[in-house]
C-alpha cells in the first residue's frame, strides 16, 4: 500500500495549531511538576503541587503558533522530499517513504517552532518554578524591564536563553519520535492493507513514539530546564559540569516519570488531534470541491 499524500499547508497548519493548543491545556500540570522536579532549588521551594497552571499564560500564547509552525514546515519539507527523492518500492504494491525524508522534516519543523517556543517557554518555566509570584506576565515583564540596563540585544538574548539547549533537545527528540511515529503508521496500513489515516492507530503510536524519545532525552531536558532557569546567564557545558560535579548523574533524569507519562499522553493526543484535525479538514476540502465541479 503506498503512503497518502501530504495534506495541504493550510490544512497542516490550521491542524497543527489545534493540536498544540489541545495538548498544553490538557496537560499542562504534569508539565509544571516535571519542571519542578528539575528546578536546580528543588521540587518544594519551586512550589511542590500548589498551583499547578502557573504560566499558563505564556502557555496559550506559544501553543498554537509553535505547533503550527512545526506541522506545516514538516509537512511542507517532507512533500518536497518525496517530489525530488520519491519513497522507496518494498514490494509490487507497497513503497515506503525513506525515514531520513521524517529526520529532515522533523528536524526543521523543531526549528521552526523554536522561534516561538523558546521565548514562551522561557517565561513559562519561571513562571512554574515560582519566581515572579509564578506569573507569565510579571515574568514576562521583568524581562522587557531590563531593557534600559542591557537594551534590545541583551532583552533578546534573555528571551531566547536556552536556545542552543533547546534545540539540542528538540531535535534529537523528534529525531527518534517521528521516523518511529510514521514507521508504526506505515506498518499498521501494511497489516490491514489500507491506504487511509487510521486516528486510533495514529495516537496510540504517537503515544509510544512520544514515550520513548522523551525517556533517552530526559538529560537534555534537564539541562535545558537549569539554564533558563538560572539566575545569571550560564553556559551549557558549565551548567553540566556543576551537575555532575555537585551531584553525580543522577539530576540528568529528575522528572523523567512524570516526563515520559506526559509526553506519552502527550503524544496520543498531540498527534492523534493532529491527524483528526486533518482528516476532518481533508474531507471537508473533498466535499467543498466535489460541489464546486457540481456546479
Given at each position: 500500500?503506498?503512503?497518502?499524500?501530504?495534506?495541504?499547508?493550510?490544512?497542516?497548519?490550521?491542524?497543527?495549531?489545534?493540536?498544540?493548543?489541545t495538548?498544553?491545556?490538557?496537560?499542562?500540570?504534569?508539565?509544571?511538576?516535571?519542571?519542578?522536579?528539575?528546578?536546580?532549588?528543588?521540587?518544594?521551594?519551586?512550589?511542590?503541587f500548589?498551583?499547578i497552571?502557573?504560566?499558563?499564560?505564556?502557555?496559550?500564547?506559544?501553543?498554537?503558533?509553535?505547533?503550527?509552525?512545526?506541522?506545516s514546515?514538516?509537512?511542507h519539507?517532507?512533500?518536497?522530499?518525496?517530489?525530488?527523492?520519491?519513497?522507496?518500492?518494498t514490494?509490487p504494491?507497497q513503497?515506503?517513504?525513506?525515514?531520513y525524508h521524517?529526520?529532515?522534516?522533523a528536524?526543521?519543523?523543531?526549528?521552526?517552532?523554536?522561534?516561538?517556543?523558546?521565548?514562551?517557554?522561557?517565561?513559562?518555566?519561571?513562571?512554574?518554578?515560582?519566581?515572579?509570584?509564578?506569573?507569565?506576565a510579571?515574568?514576562?515583564?521583568h524581562?522587557?524591564?531590563q531593557y534600559?540596563?542591557i537594551?534590545?540585544?541583551?532583552v533578546w538574548?534573555?528571551?531566547?536563553?536556552?536556545?542552543?539547549?533547546?534545540?539540542?533537545?528538540?531535535v534529537?527528540?523528534?529525531?527518534?519520535q517521528?521516523?518511529?511515529?510514521?514507521?508504526?503508521?506505515?506498518?499498521?496500513?501494511?497489516?490491514?492493507?489500507?491506504?487511509?489515516?487510521?486516528l486510533?492507530?495514529?495516537?496510540?503510536?504517537?503515544?509510544?513514539a512520544?514515550?520513548?524519545?522523551?525517556?533517552?532525552t530526559?538529560?537534555?531536558?534537564?539541562?535545558?530546564?537549569?539554564?533558563?532557569?538560572s539566575?545569571?546567564?550560564?553556559?551549557?557545558?558549565?551548567?553540566?559540569?556543576?551537575?555532575?560535579?555537585?551531584?553525580?548523574?543522577?539530576?540528568f533524569?529528575?522528572?523523567?516519570?512524570?516526563?515520559?507519562?506526559?509526553?506519552?499522553?502527550?503524544?496520543?493526543?498531540?498527534?492523534?488531534?493532529?491527524?483528526w484535525?486533518?482528516n476532518?479538514?481533508?474531507?471537508?476540502?473533498?466535499k467543498?470541491?466535489?460541489k464546486?465541479?457540481?456546479?
Amino acid at each position: 500500500m503506498s503512503e497518502p499524500p501530504p495534506p495541504p499547508f493550510n490544512t497542516a497548519l490550521l491542524s497543527g495549531a489545534l493540536a498544540g493548543t489541545t495538548v498544553d491545556l490538557l496537560l499542562f500540570p504534569l508539565d509544571t511538576l516535571k519542571t519542578r522536579l528539575q528546578s536546580p532549588t528543588g521540587f518544594f521551594s519551586s512550589g511542590g503541587f500548589r498551583g499547578i497552571y502557573r504560566g499558563i499564560g505564556s502557555c496559550l500564547v506559544g501553543s498554537a503558533p509553535g505547533a503550527a509552525f512545526f506541522f506545516s514546515t514538516y509537512e511542507h519539507t517532507k512533500s518536497l522530499l518525496s517530489h525530488n527523492f520519491p519513497p522507496l518500492p518494498t514490494s509490487p504494491n507497497q513503497t515506503t517513504t525513506p525515514a531520513y525524508h521524517h529526520m529532515l522534516s522533523a528536524s526543521l519543523g523543531e526549528i521552526a517552532a523554536c522561534a516561538v517556543r523558546v521565548p514562551t517557554e522561557v517565561v513559562k518555566q519561571r513562571a512554574q518554578a515560582g519566581h515572579h509570584n509564578g506569573s507569565s506576565a510579571q515574568a514576562f515583564r521583568h524581562i522587557i524591564a531590563q531593557y534600559s540596563t542591557i537594551g534590545l540585544p541583551g532583552v533578546w538574548k534573555e528571551l531566547y536563553r536556552g536556545w542552543t539547549i533547546t534545540i539540542i533537545r528538540e531535535v534529537p527528540f523528534t529525531v527518534l519520535q517521528f521516523p518511529l511515529w510514521e514507521g508504526l503508521k506505515s506498518w499498521g496500513r501494511a497489516r490491514k492493507q489500507r491506504t487511509g489515516r487510521g486516528l486510533f492507530e495514529s495516537a496510540l503510536y504517537g503515544s509510544v513514539a512520544g514515550g520513548f524519545a522523551a525517556a533517552v532525552t530526559t538529560p537534555l531536558d534537564v539541562l535545558k530546564t537549569r539554564v533558563m532557569l538560572s539566575t545569571e546567564k550560564q553556559s551549557m557545558f558549565k551548567v553540566m559540569t556543576d551537575i555532575l560535579r555537585e551531584n553525580g548523574i543522577r539530576p540528568f533524569f529528575a522528572g523523567i516519570g512524570p516526563r515520559v507519562m506526559w509526553i506519552s499522553i502527550g503524544g496520543a493526543i498531540f498527534l492523534g488531534s493532529y491527524q483528526w484535525a486533518v482528516n476532518t479538514l481533508s474531507v471537508g476540502g473533498e466535499k467543498k470541491r466535489g460541489k464546486e465541479s457540481v456546479l
